[in-house]
């Protein structure tokens, strides 16, 4: 009997060495204490976003299968863009929502276009680039939320970026997750690269904030273009 309880314990500990081996594997750091760092974990306004977003999903947004250029409504019709910034400046500052429309301006005049998602409780913006609805073409790296009483948010979709040339390199969503935390207000650990982490849209009241994120679109818009020649 004794040798079977050793037997179990042994196997436990193989099972917890091969859990832990897994996660360091998938970015997790540890603490010298051996407890997962806390700068990794999920607060409850990250799950409190997630639900949200997948709320929002669940009314019509897919991705690039909805986010489609936001056509001109008839007359006295609110288009997608119209409901999108209504619900912005009902929660945000005006200096927020101009940084935001001047975000958008600067991604139109990379050669990107902006699509509106479908939700009607939230709607949302995608920075695009692709063709313009063509599922499984497209690829976008950061969608925008209005706050819906939280204030709004830049969601960064390193989920959806693994698995689109070129970022299915670990090393590039790695790079871009460092550019985006030199801005100030801006902290999303490592741990966190497989996910969709946000950050709030108020730090783009900054001029060098805003500037920052540009050279950052730039640079993604870059790597996406020399994807067939890297």
Known sequence: MQCVHTERRRAAADEGGDVRSRLIADGVR????GAADPA???????????????????????????????????????TRADRFFRQLAADDSPETVEAVRALLTRWEELGGW????????????????????????GIWPMTIYPGTGRGGTVEVVFQHLAAREPFTDRALRVELLGRLNDIEGVDIPEGKLELRPSFRLSVLEKDRNRELLAETLTWFRDRWEKRETA
Do not use: C, K
Request: charged letters at 25%; zero cysteines.
């Open 40 to 78: 990794q974990r999920l607060t409850a306004d990250d799950l409190a976003m997630l639900v949200a977003e997948d709320d929002d999903q669940a009314d019509g947004e897919d991705g690039e299968d909805t986010a489609q250029r936001t056509p001109g409504g008839g007359q006295g019709e609110e």
């Open 30 to 33: 540890f603490t010298v204490n």
């Open 114 to 137: 902006i699509g509106h998602g479908a939700g009607q409780v939230t709607t949302s913006a995608y920075l695009m680039l692709g063709a313009a609805g063509a599922p499984g073409r």
